[in-house]
Protein backbone atom coordinates (compact mmCIF):
# COMPACT_ATOMS: atom_id res chain seq x y z
CA UNK A 1 0.00 0.00 0.00
CA UNK A 2 1.26 3.52 -0.92
CA UNK A 3 -0.82 5.49 1.08
CA UNK A 4 -0.21 5.73 4.84
CA UNK A 5 -3.35 4.85 6.61
CA UNK A 6 -6.38 6.41 9.25
CA UNK A 7 -7.33 3.76 11.46
CA UNK A 8 -10.39 3.79 13.30
CA UNK A 9 -12.14 1.23 15.70
CA UNK A 10 -15.35 1.49 16.43
CA UNK A 11 -16.96 -1.68 18.42
CA UNK A 12 -20.61 -1.43 17.39
CA UNK A 13 -23.67 0.20 15.96
CA UNK A 14 -23.73 3.56 18.67
CA UNK A 15 -19.66 3.57 18.39
CA UNK A 16 -19.82 3.77 14.46
CA UNK A 17 -22.35 7.02 15.01
CA UNK A 18 -20.61 8.48 17.57
CA UNK A 19 -17.39 8.36 15.20
CA UNK A 20 -20.31 10.15 12.16
CA UNK A 21 -19.59 13.69 12.99
CA UNK A 22 -15.30 13.34 13.03
CA UNK A 23 -15.22 11.71 9.62
CA UNK A 24 -15.42 14.90 7.57
CA UNK A 25 -12.85 16.36 9.90
CA UNK A 26 -10.47 13.54 9.71
CA UNK A 27 -10.66 13.51 5.99
CA UNK A 28 -9.67 17.16 5.94
CA UNK A 29 -6.84 16.77 8.68
CA UNK A 30 -5.30 13.70 6.84
CA UNK A 31 -6.74 14.05 3.05
CA UNK A 32 -4.03 11.52 0.96
CA UNK A 33 -4.51 9.03 3.92
CA UNK A 34 -6.22 5.77 3.66
CA UNK A 35 -8.83 5.27 5.88
CA UNK A 36 -10.09 2.50 7.34
CA UNK A 37 -13.08 1.32 9.78
CA UNK A 38 -13.05 -1.98 11.73
CA UNK A 39 -15.96 -3.35 13.97
CA UNK A 40 -16.54 -6.23 16.19
CA UNK A 41 -20.33 -6.99 15.58
CA UNK A 42 -21.90 -7.76 12.46
CA UNK A 43 -24.48 -5.10 13.59
CA UNK A 44 -21.63 -2.44 13.84
CA UNK A 45 -20.19 -3.29 10.80
CA UNK A 46 -23.44 -3.16 8.74
CA UNK A 47 -24.06 0.55 10.12
CA UNK A 48 -20.56 1.44 9.20
CA UNK A 49 -20.83 0.27 5.42
CA UNK A 50 -24.32 1.95 5.52
CA UNK A 51 -22.76 5.46 7.17
CA UNK A 52 -19.21 5.53 5.22
CA UNK A 53 -19.87 4.11 1.45
CA UNK A 54 -16.81 4.83 0.28
CA UNK A 55 -14.73 4.20 3.41
CA UNK A 56 -13.33 0.53 3.96
CA UNK A 57 -15.06 -1.23 6.39
CA UNK A 58 -14.65 -4.80 7.96
CA UNK A 59 -13.85 -6.96 10.85
CA UNK A 60 -11.17 -6.25 13.56
CA UNK A 61 -9.00 -9.20 13.13
CA UNK A 62 -8.19 -11.49 16.05
CA UNK A 63 -5.39 -9.54 18.41
CA UNK A 64 -2.85 -11.91 17.58
CA UNK A 65 0.66 -10.11 17.91
CA UNK A 66 1.49 -11.61 14.34
CA UNK A 67 -1.72 -10.68 13.18
CA UNK A 68 -1.72 -7.56 14.12
CA UNK A 69 1.76 -6.53 13.29
CA UNK A 70 1.22 -7.85 9.91
CA UNK A 71 -1.52 -5.26 9.88
CA UNK A 72 0.17 -1.93 10.94
CA UNK A 73 3.10 -2.73 9.01
CA UNK A 74 0.79 -2.60 5.69
CA UNK A 75 -1.24 0.12 6.80
CA UNK A 76 1.57 2.21 8.36
CA UNK A 77 -0.94 3.98 10.54
CA UNK A 78 -0.65 7.78 10.96
CA UNK A 79 -3.42 7.23 13.44
CA UNK A 80 -5.27 5.02 15.48
CA UNK A 81 -8.42 6.20 16.49
CA UNK A 82 -10.53 4.67 19.10
CA UNK A 83 -14.55 5.44 19.72
CA UNK A 84 -15.17 5.22 22.99
CA UNK A 85 -13.22 1.89 24.10
CA UNK A 86 -12.25 -1.73 23.69
CA UNK A 87 -8.26 -1.15 23.61
CA UNK A 88 -6.19 -4.65 22.38
CA UNK A 89 -2.72 -4.71 23.68
CA UNK A 90 -1.72 -6.09 20.56
CA UNK A 91 -3.01 -3.48 18.26
CA UNK A 92 -1.95 -0.67 20.88
CA UNK A 93 1.74 -2.33 20.51
CA UNK A 94 2.02 -2.88 16.45
CA UNK A 95 0.70 0.51 15.52
CA UNK A 96 3.00 1.87 17.88
CA UNK A 97 6.14 0.10 16.27
CA UNK A 98 4.67 1.69 13.39
CA UNK A 99 5.27 4.84 13.95
CA UNK A 100 1.35 6.17 14.11
CA UNK A 101 0.13 8.36 16.84
CA UNK A 102 -3.01 7.15 19.25
CA UNK A 103 -6.03 8.16 20.04
CA UNK A 104 -9.03 7.41 22.08
CA UNK A 105 -12.19 9.91 21.80
CA UNK A 106 -15.41 10.06 23.31
CA UNK A 107 -13.46 7.83 26.11
CA UNK A 108 -16.00 6.23 29.02
CA UNK A 109 -15.13 4.35 32.15
CA UNK A 110 -18.07 3.08 33.60
CA UNK A 111 -17.90 2.23 37.54
CA UNK A 112 -17.38 -1.34 37.16
CA UNK A 113 -14.83 -1.07 34.72
CA UNK A 114 -12.73 1.86 36.63
CA UNK A 115 -13.52 -0.83 39.72
CA UNK A 116 -11.86 -3.21 38.32
CA UNK A 117 -8.98 -1.50 36.46
CA UNK A 118 -8.36 0.11 40.19
CA UNK A 119 -7.18 -3.46 41.59
CA UNK A 120 -4.19 -3.50 38.86
CA UNK A 121 -3.85 0.15 38.04
CA UNK A 122 -0.21 -0.13 37.62
CA UNK A 123 -0.47 -2.96 34.96
CA UNK A 124 -2.97 -0.94 33.56
CA UNK A 125 -1.03 2.16 33.16
CA UNK A 126 1.73 0.79 32.20
CA UNK A 127 0.42 -2.02 29.69
CA UNK A 128 -2.99 -0.84 28.57
CA UNK A 129 -3.06 2.85 28.35
CA UNK A 130 0.94 3.65 28.03
CA UNK A 131 0.78 3.69 24.54
CA UNK A 132 -2.09 6.80 24.44
CA UNK A 133 -0.93 9.80 22.65
CA UNK A 134 -4.88 11.83 23.43
CA UNK A 135 -7.70 10.74 25.23
CA UNK A 136 -10.95 12.93 25.05
CA UNK A 137 -13.16 11.93 27.43
CA UNK A 138 -16.81 12.14 27.04
CA UNK A 139 -17.56 13.77 30.19
CA UNK A 140 -15.75 15.61 33.41
CA UNK A 141 -16.94 12.47 35.24
CA UNK A 142 -14.86 10.41 32.86
CA UNK A 143 -12.05 12.19 32.67
CA UNK A 144 -11.80 11.89 36.11
CA UNK A 145 -11.90 8.42 36.35
CA UNK A 146 -9.32 8.22 33.76
CA UNK A 147 -6.89 10.54 35.21
CA UNK A 148 -6.24 7.36 37.94
CA UNK A 149 -4.78 5.23 35.06
CA UNK A 150 -3.57 8.43 32.07
CA UNK A 151 -0.02 9.81 33.26
CA UNK A 152 1.88 10.22 29.90
CA UNK A 153 -0.75 11.67 27.62
CA UNK A 154 -2.82 14.74 27.39
CA UNK A 155 -6.42 14.07 28.95
CA UNK A 156 -9.57 16.03 27.67
CA UNK A 157 -13.41 16.11 28.49
CA UNK A 158 -14.70 16.98 25.26
CA UNK A 159 -18.44 16.45 25.56
CA UNK A 160 -20.50 13.53 24.29
CA UNK A 161 -19.92 12.82 20.46
CA UNK A 162 -23.47 11.14 20.20
CA UNK A 163 -24.70 14.60 21.05
CA UNK A 164 -23.12 16.24 17.97
CA UNK A 165 -24.90 13.96 15.44
CA UNK A 166 -26.80 15.78 13.09
CA UNK A 167 -29.95 14.12 11.52
CA UNK A 168 -29.67 12.46 8.66
CA UNK A 169 -32.94 12.94 5.75
CA UNK A 170 -35.81 11.43 6.85
CA UNK A 171 -38.68 10.88 4.68
CA UNK A 172 -42.33 9.63 5.28
CA UNK A 173 -42.79 5.98 6.21
CA UNK A 174 -44.07 3.60 3.59
CA UNK A 175 -47.66 3.88 4.50
CA UNK A 176 -50.22 6.11 5.84
CA UNK A 177 -50.29 6.09 9.13
CA UNK A 178 -53.77 6.41 11.13
CA UNK A 179 -54.87 9.55 12.70
CA UNK A 180 -53.85 8.57 16.61
CA UNK A 181 -50.45 9.50 18.26
CA UNK A 182 -47.37 7.25 17.26
CA UNK A 183 -45.30 5.49 20.16
CA UNK A 184 -41.83 4.20 19.43
CA UNK A 185 -40.40 1.52 21.46
CA UNK A 186 -36.89 1.37 20.37
CA UNK A 187 -34.12 -1.04 20.99
CA UNK A 188 -36.28 -3.45 23.04
CA UNK A 189 -34.56 -6.47 24.51
CA UNK A 190 -35.79 -10.43 25.11
CA UNK A 191 -38.57 -10.08 27.85
CA UNK A 192 -39.06 -6.31 27.14
CA UNK A 193 -41.60 -6.26 24.87
CA UNK A 194 -43.82 -8.27 26.62
CA UNK A 195 -43.37 -6.14 29.86
CA UNK A 196 -43.90 -2.86 28.37
CA UNK A 197 -47.10 -4.34 25.64
CA UNK A 198 -48.58 -5.51 29.14
CA UNK A 199 -48.04 -1.24 30.76
CA UNK A 200 -48.83 0.70 27.73
CA UNK A 201 -52.16 2.06 26.38
CA UNK A 202 -52.08 0.06 23.45
CA UNK A 203 -55.53 1.13 22.44
CA UNK A 204 -55.01 4.55 21.93
CA UNK A 205 -52.35 4.70 20.05
CA UNK A 206 -49.91 3.38 16.75
CA UNK A 207 -47.08 1.55 18.07
CA UNK A 208 -43.30 1.29 16.43
CA UNK A 209 -41.61 -1.70 17.99
CA UNK A 210 -38.06 -1.99 16.99
CA UNK A 211 -35.71 -4.86 18.82
CA UNK A 212 -32.23 -4.18 19.39
CA UNK A 213 -30.57 -7.11 17.38
CA UNK A 214 -31.78 -8.44 13.47
CA UNK A 215 -31.49 -12.20 14.95
CA UNK A 216 -34.53 -11.28 17.27
CA UNK A 217 -36.87 -10.28 14.59
CA UNK A 218 -38.27 -13.71 13.66
CA UNK A 219 -39.27 -14.42 17.61
CA UNK A 220 -40.96 -10.67 18.17
CA UNK A 221 -43.21 -11.71 15.54
CA UNK A 222 -43.66 -14.78 16.57
CA UNK A 223 -44.79 -13.21 20.11
CA UNK A 224 -46.97 -10.71 18.78
CA UNK A 225 -48.60 -13.72 16.82
CA UNK A 226 -49.40 -15.25 19.59
CA UNK A 227 -50.85 -12.47 21.28
CA UNK A 228 -53.29 -12.22 18.87
CA UNK A 229 -52.14 -8.51 18.15
CA UNK A 230 -52.38 -7.44 14.59
CA UNK A 231 -49.15 -6.48 13.41
CA UNK A 232 -47.32 -4.89 9.81
CA UNK A 233 -43.54 -5.66 9.14
CA UNK A 234 -42.04 -2.91 7.80
CA UNK A 235 -40.27 -5.21 4.86
CA UNK A 236 -43.97 -6.00 3.95
CA UNK A 237 -46.09 -2.78 3.59
CA UNK A 238 -48.12 -3.90 1.19
CA UNK A 239 -49.85 -5.80 3.75
CA UNK A 240 -50.96 -2.63 5.35
CA UNK A 241 -54.21 -3.03 6.87
CA UNK A 242 -55.89 0.38 8.58
CA UNK A 243 -56.97 -1.61 11.43
CA UNK A 244 -52.75 -2.71 11.98
CA UNK A 245 -52.00 -0.59 15.17
CA UNK A 246 -48.41 -2.60 15.59
CA UNK A 247 -45.56 -2.17 13.26
CA UNK A 248 -42.58 -4.01 13.84
CA UNK A 249 -39.37 -2.84 12.54
CA UNK A 250 -37.73 -5.90 10.90
CA UNK A 251 -34.87 -3.98 8.98
CA UNK A 252 -31.69 -2.04 10.45
CA UNK A 253 -31.40 1.68 9.41
CA UNK A 254 -34.86 3.27 9.00
CA UNK A 255 -35.36 4.47 12.83
CA UNK A 256 -34.47 7.92 12.39
CA UNK A 257 -37.95 7.61 10.08
CA UNK A 258 -40.00 6.47 13.24
CA UNK A 259 -38.22 8.88 15.83
CA UNK A 260 -39.34 11.51 13.38
CA UNK A 261 -42.84 10.59 12.99
CA UNK A 262 -43.37 9.67 16.70
CA UNK A 263 -44.99 11.87 19.54
CA UNK A 264 -42.61 10.07 22.12
CA UNK A 265 -40.43 7.31 22.18
CA UNK A 266 -39.54 4.93 24.56
CA UNK A 267 -36.04 4.22 24.46
CA UNK A 268 -35.63 0.39 25.82
CA UNK A 269 -32.99 -1.28 27.46
CA UNK A 270 -33.74 0.58 30.46
CA UNK A 271 -36.53 -1.46 31.71
CA UNK A 272 -34.49 -4.27 32.06
CA UNK A 273 -31.72 -4.76 34.05
CA UNK A 274 -28.05 -5.34 33.23
CA UNK A 275 -28.46 -4.00 29.75
CA UNK A 276 -28.17 -0.05 31.08
CA UNK A 277 -30.25 1.96 28.08
CA UNK A 278 -29.46 2.88 24.78
CA UNK A 279 -29.12 5.90 23.09
CA UNK A 280 -31.09 8.55 24.49
CA UNK A 281 -30.04 11.55 22.44
CA UNK A 282 -30.72 10.15 18.97
CA UNK A 283 -34.60 10.50 19.17
CA UNK A 284 -34.23 13.87 20.37
CA UNK A 285 -31.79 14.39 17.36
CA UNK A 286 -35.45 13.81 15.00
CA UNK A 287 -37.84 16.02 17.69
CA UNK A 288 -39.50 13.29 19.96
CA UNK A 289 -39.51 13.17 23.48
CA UNK A 290 -37.95 10.37 25.23
CA UNK A 291 -39.18 8.59 27.84
CA UNK A 292 -36.72 5.60 29.80
CA UNK A 293 -36.67 3.22 32.30
CA UNK A 294 -35.00 3.07 35.76
CA UNK A 295 -32.27 1.04 34.52
CA UNK A 296 -30.75 3.72 32.02
CA UNK A 297 -26.99 3.45 34.60
CA UNK A 298 -24.82 3.69 31.50
CA UNK A 299 -26.76 7.00 30.07
CA UNK A 300 -26.56 8.90 33.62
CA UNK A 301 -25.37 11.94 32.31
CA UNK A 302 -27.52 12.63 29.50
CA UNK A 303 -30.82 10.91 31.64
CA UNK A 304 -29.89 13.79 33.72
CA UNK A 305 -29.79 16.20 30.71
CA UNK A 306 -32.88 15.08 29.47
CA UNK A 307 -35.02 15.40 32.77
CA UNK A 308 -33.46 18.72 33.49
CA UNK A 309 -34.19 20.42 30.30
CA UNK A 310 -38.07 18.63 30.06
CA UNK A 311 -37.32 16.98 26.87
CA UNK A 312 -38.60 13.50 28.43
CA UNK A 313 -38.57 11.49 31.83
CA UNK A 314 -37.54 8.69 33.95
CA UNK A 315 -40.74 6.16 34.31
CA UNK A 316 -40.87 3.08 36.28
CA UNK A 317 -43.02 0.54 34.79
CA UNK A 318 -45.83 0.41 37.10
CA UNK A 319 -46.09 4.12 35.86
CA UNK A 320 -46.17 3.81 32.62
CA UNK A 321 -49.60 3.06 31.52
CA UNK A 322 -50.45 6.16 33.32
CA UNK A 323 -47.94 8.67 32.65
CA UNK A 324 -47.66 7.72 28.42
CA UNK A 325 -51.81 8.02 28.53
CA UNK A 326 -51.27 11.68 30.30
CA UNK A 327 -48.50 12.47 27.96
CA UNK A 328 -50.21 11.93 25.00
CA UNK A 329 -53.55 12.68 25.59
CA UNK A 330 -52.33 16.62 26.08
CA UNK A 331 -51.08 18.60 23.59
CA UNK A 332 -49.48 20.91 26.25
CA UNK A 333 -47.40 18.64 27.65
CA UNK A 334 -46.11 17.93 24.54
CA UNK A 335 -45.40 20.90 23.35
CA UNK A 336 -43.16 21.68 26.27
CA UNK A 337 -41.32 18.88 25.98
CA UNK A 338 -40.44 19.16 22.35
CA UNK A 339 -39.10 22.53 23.41
CA UNK A 340 -36.93 20.70 25.68
CA UNK A 341 -35.89 18.66 22.91
CA UNK A 342 -34.84 21.43 20.70
CA UNK A 343 -32.92 23.19 23.23
CA UNK A 344 -31.06 19.73 24.15
CA UNK A 345 -29.90 19.80 20.44
CA UNK A 346 -29.04 23.28 20.68
CA UNK A 347 -26.66 22.70 23.13
CA UNK A 348 -25.21 20.07 21.92
CA UNK A 349 -23.33 21.76 18.85
CA UNK A 350 -19.87 22.08 19.10
CA UNK A 351 -18.72 18.79 20.59
CA UNK A 352 -16.72 17.33 17.30
CA UNK A 353 -14.76 20.45 17.22
CA UNK A 354 -13.12 20.16 20.61
CA UNK A 355 -12.27 16.74 19.90
CA UNK A 356 -10.79 17.72 16.32
CA UNK A 357 -8.88 20.60 18.03
CA UNK A 358 -6.66 18.52 20.27
CA UNK A 359 -6.63 15.68 17.36
CA UNK A 360 -4.92 18.54 15.27
CA UNK A 361 -2.06 18.34 18.19
CA UNK A 362 -1.05 14.47 17.29
CA UNK A 363 -0.27 15.93 13.27
Known sequence: MGKRSVWIHAVSVGEVKAFRPLYPHLC????????????????????????????????????????????ARALRPLLLLFVEGDLWPNLLGSV???GGKIALVNAKLSLRSFSRLSRYHRLASSHLFSSLDLVCAKSEEHRVRFSRFIHNAPLHATGNLKWAERPAPTGSLPFTLPECPILTLASTHAGEEELLLDNLPLSSLFLILAPRHPERFSSVADFLQKRGLPFLRWTKPQLYDEKVRILLLDTMGELSHC????????????????????????????????????HAFSQQELAQEIISRGAGKEVHISALFSEVSAFLATPSLQDRAREG?????????GVEGKTVAHLKCLQ
Open 259 to 294: FAASHLTLVCGSFVPNIGGHNLFEPCLYGSPVFFGP
Open 28 to 71: ALYPDAFFLLTCVTRTGLEEARRSFPTLHCTYLPWDFRFSMRRW
Open 96 to 98: KEA
Open 341 to 349: VSALVQSAQ
